[in-house]
């Protein structure tokens, strides 16, 4: 079906922002940066499900607005954290930074209503290059050298991207961005996959998170932590539901980040192991690809990206306003920084599924979705790691933040926090209680109706809302929940001095990766080396000798023959400038005889060859 009215593409306002922005001298240019988002949530709100922006590019059908419900929901909280996320920067006075983050919102809408590979590819690489400067921007060597880091890996998922799409179209031509089977799958479907799982930091793909994250500027981490991840979740959504390898996958990442996340120091470190763990439960409720997981995943990736976003929030404002994210350096700022805490907490018992707040209503609905689908092990594991969550992030880090044994810190000098950093955290803390209490407002967002069927679900065209068959108020699901946390938090109170955090740097993956790319370049280094030297060697007792004996052969040719052409010119031209001196004597007669002379010449000549 192609559709002709009722879209407005909410990519636009960001990309004119970007470009408007470096001419704009005048004052009040801050405020240009709110209209994207505003005009992004009426665009949302007002879209009817169908095809827009089709064009037909040199035999290339293109497809810029695919909308139906999966679309949608993602749209919809990226509008929401948008705004949010810009309010929280209102104060930079950077317009470099507004830029790279308005062409990276611009890149995640465009990547969530393409409709062909060639068009998702675009937005794709855009969203790596704007996501890249938020990194740079915060303008220190470890960030600068955090930011190389993140683009080399993501500049190696964009590559499979392109090799699968590519290989793809050779072989059935066509660009379609749809489901895809996991019984058919060919090699080329492998390598999109993968692609995709290095944004969704599917370990052991996942090490760029933890290492550029918490290097990027205080707001620029908040808007990389809710785009680049949840951005590849619902492309594998959109390609890759039913695939089990991402259930398993899924869970690993669950487990794998709330272990590190509890071993950290840096709070935006822990933040970012996390992000790890929570988008596990998405990738893990995907490969499932039951209505239930899928929907599961969905609304899982709207709540993380708040309380996400919130966590950072407070999180950048600690360091903002202290200097420091460490936790073995902070402690004992509840009373100096009591909204900040208050927000903070708030987050930390949403990521922890507590009862009263969005993550209750998301992260339940996936670990049901996987008991249900008789994946009771995968259920298992994402409970474990839900423990681990409330341990390291709803416990841990606010503890040792903002008490942690320590008395009122009094003598740190905090920096003034702006008033739009609270508009903002107020913002995201409001959402996060108002979907926990009323679970309604995201699940009629829900693409996928729970119906009778096998195979994986296919998203609904009707943008309405409709029973998902869920609800997670029950006297079971609360009392579980309450249990679990409960439990949780006697346990941290008994080793809270033993998981006391240390100034350390743990490391992941990346000791891999630097092992391996060592191997690497000593691998092309060494034989390169040896060539050269063998190249040298040749040279000085061959190509040195008969460079010599060439220039000395050039040297002769340049004193007998050049020079002797030359400085014969040269003499004769100088011999007759002498005789033509002297001729010129001054004297009347003798020019008169020398023209009497050469007449009679002429005469002569003329007389006898007549």
């Given at each position: 079906?192609?559709?002709?009215?009722s879209?407005?593409?909410?990519?636009?306002?960001?990309?004119a922002?970007?470009?408007?922005?470096?001419?704009?001298?005048?004052?009040?240019?801050?405020?240009?940066?709110?209209?994207p988002?505003?005009?992004?949530?009426?665009?949302?709100?007002?879209?009817?499900?169908?095809?827009y922006?089709?064009?037909?590019?040199?035999?290339?059908?293109?497809?810029?607005g695919?909308?139906?419900?999966?679309?949608v929901?993602?749209?919809?909280?990226?509008?929401?954290?948008?705004?949010?996320?810009?309010?929280?920067?209102?104060?930079?006075?950077?317009?470099?930074?507004?830029?790279?983050?308005?062409?990276?919102?611009?890149?995640?809408?465009?990547?969530?209503?393409?409709?062909?590979?060639?068009?998702?590819?675009?937005?794709?690489?855009?969203?790596?290059v704007?996501s890249?400067?938020?990194?740079?921007?915060?303008?220190?060597?470890?960030?600068?050298?955090?930011?190389?880091?993140?683009?080399?890996?993501?500049?190696l998922g964009?590559?499979?991207?392109?090799?699968?799409?590519?290989?793809?179209?050779?072989?059935?031509?066509?660009?379609?961005?749809?489901?895809?089977?996991?019984?058919?799958?060919?090699?080329?479907?492998?390598?999109?996959?993968?692609?995709?799982?290095?944004?969704?930091?599917v370990?052991?793909?996942?090490?760029?998170?933890?290492?550029?994250?918490?290097?990027?500027?205080?707001?620029?981490?908040?808007?990389m932590?809710?785009?680049?991840?949840?951005?590849?979740?619902?492309?594998?959504?959109?390609?890759?539901?039913?695939?089990?390898?991402?259930?398993?996958?899924?869970?690993v990442?669950?487990?794998?980040?709330?272990?590190?996340a509890?071993?950290?120091?840096?709070?935006?470190?822990?933040?970012?192991?996390?992000?790890?763990?929570?988008?596990?439960?998405?990738?893990?409720?995907?490969?499932?690809g039951?209505?239930?997981?899928?929907?599961?995943?969905?609304?899982?990736?709207?709540?993380?990206?708040?309380?996400?976003?919130?966590?950072?929030?407070?999180?950048?404002?600690?360091?903002?306003?202290?200097?420091?994210?460490?936790?073995?350096?902070?402690?004992?700022?509840?009373?100096?920084?009591?909204?900040?805490?208050?927000?903070?907490?708030?987050?930390?018992?949403?990521?922890?599924?507590?009862?009263?707040?969005?993550?209750?209503?998301?992260?339940?609905?996936?670990?049901?979705?996987?008991?249900?689908?008789?994946?009771?092990?995968?259920?298992?594991?994402?409970?474990?790691?839900?423990?681990?969550?409330?341990?390291?992030v709803?416990?841990?880090?606010?503890?040792?933040?903002?008490?942690?044994?320590?008395?009122?810190?009094?003598?740190?000098?905090?920096?003034?926090?702006?008033?739009?950093?609270?508009?903002?955290?107020?913002?995201?803390?409001g959402?996060?209680?108002?979907?926990?209490?009323f679970?309604g407002?995201?699940?009629?967002?829900?693409?996928y109706?729970?119906?009778?069927?096998?195979?994986?679900?296919?998203?609904?065209?009707i943008?309405?809302?409709?029973?998902?068959?869920y609800?997670?108020?029950?006297?079971?699901?609360?009392?579980a929940?309450?249990?679990?946390?409960?439990?949780?938090?006697?346990?941290?109170?008994?080793?809270?001095?033993?998981?006391?955090?240390?100034?350390?740097?743990?490391?992941?993956?990346?000791?891999?990766?630097?092992?391996?790319?060592?191997?690497?370049?000593?691998?092309?280094?060494?034989?390169?080396?040896?060539?050269?030297?063998?190249?040298?060697?040749?040279?000085?007792v061959?190509?040195?000798?008969?460079?010599?004996?060439?220039?000395?052969?050039?040297?002769?040719?340049?004193?007998?023959?050049?020079?002797?052409?030359?400085?014969?010119?040269?003499?004769?031209?100088?011999?007759?400038?002498?005789?033509?001196?002297?001729?010129?004597?001054?004297?009347?007669?003798?020019?008169?005889?020398?023209?009497?002379?050469?007449?009679?010449?002429?005469?002569?000549?003329?007389?006898?060859?007549?």
């Amino acid at each position: 079906m192609t559709a002709t009215s009722s879209f407005l593409h909410p990519m636009i306002g960001f990309l004119a922002v970007a470009l408007i922005l470096p001419m704009w001298k005048a004052r009040g240019w801050k405020w240009l940066i709110l209209f994207p988002p505003l005009i992004a949530i009426a665009a949302v709100l007002g879209m009817d499900s169908g095809s827009y922006w089709q064009f037909n590019y040199l035999g290339v059908d293109l497809t810029l607005g695919r909308v139906d419900k999966l679309s949608v929901i993602f749209a919809h909280v990226f509008a929401v954290q948008g705004l949010i996320g810009f309010i929280f920067a209102l104060h930079l006075k950077d317009k470099y930074q507004h830029i790279a983050a308005s062409l990276y919102v611009g890149g995640a809408f465009g990547c969530v209503f393409a409709g062909d590979y060639l068009t998702l590819f675009i937005f794709w690489e855009l969203m790596s290059v704007a996501s890249t400067f938020l990194v740079w921007l915060n303008l220190s060597d470890v960030s600068t050298r955090a930011g190389f880091r993140y683009f080399a890996f993501h500049t190696l998922g964009g590559l499979l991207l392109l090799a699968g799409l590519l290989l793809r179209y050779g072989d059935i031509g066509s660009f379609a961005f749809t489901a895809i089977d996991p019984m058919n799958a060919n090699y080329y479907d492998w390598l999109i996959m993968l692609g995709f799982c290095v944004n969704a930091a599917v370990v052991p793909l996942h090490a760029w998170l933890p290492d550029a994250y918490p290097e990027g500027s205080v707001t620029g981490s908040v808007f990389m932590s809710a785009f680049t991840t949840k951005t590849a979740v619902y492309v594998l959504a959109r390609a890759f539901g039913g695939w089990e390898v991402l259930a398993v996958a899924g869970v690993v990442m669950a487990l794998y980040g709330v272990f590190y996340a509890t071993i950290e120091n840096n709070a935006r470190r822990i933040l970012s192991y996390h992000i790890v763990s929570q988008v596990g439960y998405m990738v893990a409720g995907v490969g499932i690809g039951t209505a239930m997981t899928m929907n599961g995943a969905c609304a899982h990736a709207y709540a993380h990206i708040l309380y996400k976003g919130l966590l950072f929030m407070t999180t950048g404002t600690l360091l903002y306003a202290c200097g420091t994210a460490k936790l073995s350096e902070l402690g004992g700022l509840a009373a100096r920084m009591p909204w900040v805490m208050i927000c903070y907490v708030v987050a930390g018992l949403s990521i922890s599924g507590m009862p009263l707040f969005n993550g209750f209503i998301s992260k339940t609905m996936t670990i049901t979705g996987a008991a249900q689908a008789h994946h009771t092990w995968l259920a298992l594991g994402m409970e474990v790691a839900a423990v681990g969550t409330f341990l390291s992030v709803g416990i841990k880090l606010p503890y040792f933040a903002f008490w942690g044994g320590k008395p009122v810190d009094k003598t740190r000098k905090i920096k003034p926090i702006p008033t739009n950093m609270y508009i903002a955290m107020f913002m995201g803390a409001g959402l996060c209680l108002l979907q926990g209490i009323f679970p309604g407002l995201l699940y009629n967002l829900l693409p996928y109706e729970v119906v009778g069927g096998h195979g994986v679900p296919e998203p609904s065209q009707i943008l309405a809302g409709f029973d998902v068959g869920y609800v997670p108020w029950t006297t079971g699901h609360v009392l579980a929940s309450v249990l679990l946390l409960g439990f949780t938090g006697i346990a941290f109170y008994n080793v809270r001095n033993i998981i006391k955090p240390h100034p350390s740097r743990n490391l992941d993956f990346d000791f891999l990766y630097r092992v391996i790319g060592n191997m690497v370049r000593r691998l092309i280094s060494l034989p390169l080396a040896a060539i050269d030297g063998v190249w040298t060697s040749v040279y000085r007792v061959v190509g040195l000798k008969w460079l010599m004996g060439f220039a000395k052969g050039a040297s002769i040719f340049d004193r007998r023959a050049i020079d002797g052409v030359v400085d014969g010119s040269a003499y004769t031209v100088r011999g007759i400038g002498r005789t033509t001196a002297k001729a010129q004597t001054g004297a009347l007669q003798d020019y008169l005889a020398f023209a009497v002379l050469l007449g009679l010449g002429i005469f002569a000549l003329i007389w006898f060859t007549a």
